[in-house]
């Protein structure tokens, strides 16, 4: 089992830049795919960006290709996501997760494990 801590969300203006951290328990973070979903009010939790156990492939979703970018580093069992060139619609709590079995993982059952979630405003 790994529990999740987010941090890093705040307020910032259109064009600016955020960086989120989860920080991981647990001795075994590198057997997990790591991903980033956000939420907006009102509408479904959406994927964002995933990375593989060895951070050897990434992937995101359109909505984010070329602003965000996600990171992790086993040995501190952290994953990041650096989100530039932000924009009021990208305004959500952001939610690191962890999933045990599956690789490209973009769907919210395929993530075993959630954090608490970190607010991110975009203000125009």
């Known amino acids: 089992q790994v529990q999740l801590v987010e941090s890093g969300g705040g307020l910032v203006q259109a064009g600016g830049s955020l960086r989120l951290s989860c920080a991981a328990s647990?001795?075994?973070?590198?057997?997990?795919?790591m991903g980033w979903f956000r939420q907006a009010p009102g509408k479904e939790r959406e994927f964002v960006a995933g990375i593989s156990r060895s951070s050897g492939s990434t992937w995101d979703a359109d909505s984010v290709k070329g602003r965000f970018t996600i990171s992790r580093d086993n040995a501190k069992n952290t994953v990041s996501l650096q989100m530039n060139s932000l924009k009021p619609e990208d305004t959500a709590v952001y939610y690191c997760?962890?999933?045990?079995?599956?690789?490209?993982?973009?769907?919210?059952?395929?993530?075993?494990?959630w954090g608490q979630g970190t607010q991110v405003t975009v203000s125009s």
């Open positions: 647990g001795r075994t973070f590198s057997s997990y795919t």
């Open positions: 997760a962890a999933s045990r079995f599956t690789l490209w993982a973009t769907r919210v059952h395929e993530y075993d494990y």
